[in-house]
């Protein structure tokens, strides 16, 4: 299968400040997606970004595909960001699944 | 627009027994696949269903299989349950096999004693 590497593991910042997810992949993808996973076990979809910038809000993302590698920026942080973030890509020409992170676990304090 | 819907949210099973868990997919989509997440750890795909047929298989025993109806609903099926099928099962539907963003419900949790 396809490695999928998450940087940081975890990440503890102050309410209002800003922070930088990174995601390498080892393969060639056809879809790359975020998401955040709340303390429930809820996981929402972020962002569809196999390749260029998409901006949503207070959170962008950006995939270099040729470089094998996407970040998510999250600025403005608020307790409610915390929660575990996973990228997750598909491999191109194979089967048909996500392969997920180890995920960086964001943890925002007031 | 209906988001992917689960149920149930939580189950307790004894180890051996069966279990049967089911989704809805989003509407518009005729794609499912359904994860395992253990505790700690990111999803890993189970398997996935296009037009009721199954469209690829991850890493896992014969023992977990699965269904898609013509409404595009689903359902995943663990036999002979063990202690280590314990997890948070997610359901995710999209549209079109691959290469599609895939959006999630909110899982069931089952719990093997």
């Known amino acids: 299968g396809i490695q999928v590497e998450q940087s940081p593991p975890d990440l503890i910042l102050q309410e209002g400040a800003n922070s930088t997810l990174r995601c390498n992949f080892s393969d060639s993808v056809n879809n790359l997606q975020w998401f955040h996973q709340n303390p429930w076990g809820q996981l929402i979809n972020l962002f569809y970004i196999p390749s260029g910038t998409k901006q949503n809000g207070r959170l962008s993302a950006t995939t270099v595909a040729t470089e094998r590698y996407s970040l998510l920026y999250i600025s403005s942080s608020q307790t409610t960001d915390s929660g575990v973030y996973f990228c997750?890509?598909?491999?191109?020409?194979?089967?048909?699944?996500?392969?997920f992170g180890t995920g960086t676990r964001l943890t925002v304090i007031p | 627009e209906t988001g992917v819907t689960q149920s149930p949210t939580h189950l307790i099973k004894t180890r051996g027994q069966q279990v049967t868990l089911r989704c809805s997919s989003q509407s518009g989509h005729n794609t499912v696949s359904w994860y395992q997440q253990a505790l700690g750890q990111g999803p890993q795909f189970i398997f996935q269903y296009y037009r009721e047929e199954e469209n690829g298989r991850g890493n896992f025993p014969p023992r977990f299989s699965g269904l898609q109806f013509p409404n595009y609903s689903s359902e995943l099926n663990v036999n002979a349950l063990e202690l280590d099928d314990s997890a948070l099962y997610l359901c995710?539907?999209?549209f079109g096999g691959g290469g599609s963003p895939l959006h999630f419900g909110n899982g069931t949790r089952l719990t093997v004693t």
């Open positions: 995710a539907s999209s």
């Open positions: 997750a890509v598909e491999r191109r020409n194979g089967a048909n699944n996500l392969f």
